[in-house]
């Protein structure tokens, strides 16, 4: 654990003291600042959010298109032609330009 030292107006303090509590403020601003600052574990994060059954009953919904409406997903199905290699298609280049290598270059 670090120490750190910010500078902030009075009002900001005051209000800090206030709403978080005296020995709480350290706390806070790590969980404020931790998912702008560390990756995010997305598989953890994913697996939260499919269990919140709130959540995905909204997402379904969303997903439901209305009487009338146009179906907006797959709608260009079977009508273009994706490569076998299409998520890797540049990855030399892209390594050579980042000085990176990549399983196919060894």
């Known amino acids: 654990m ?12 005051e209000g800090l003291h206030r709403k978080i509590g005296r020995r709480r403020i350290s706390q806070f601003l790590e969980k404020l600042a931790r998912p702008h600052v ?6 953890t994060a994913y697996r939260d959010m499919a269990a919140d059954e709130d959540r ?3 997402a379904a ?4 298109p209305e009487a009338g409406q146009v179906r907006r997903l797959g709608f260009m199905a079977e009508q273009i032609v994706v490569p076998d290699d ?3 298609m540049g990855s030399a280049e892209i390594a050579r330009l980042t000085r990176l290598t990549t399983d196919s270059d060894r």
Do not use: N
């Open 2 to 13: 670090k120490k750190l030292t910010i500078s902030i107006s009075d009002e900001v303090y």
């Open 38 to 43: 560390l990756p995010e574990d997305l598989e």
């Open 56 to 58: 995905e009953r909204e």
């Open 61 to 64: 919904f969303l997903d439901t």
């Open 86 to 88: 299409f998520d890797r």
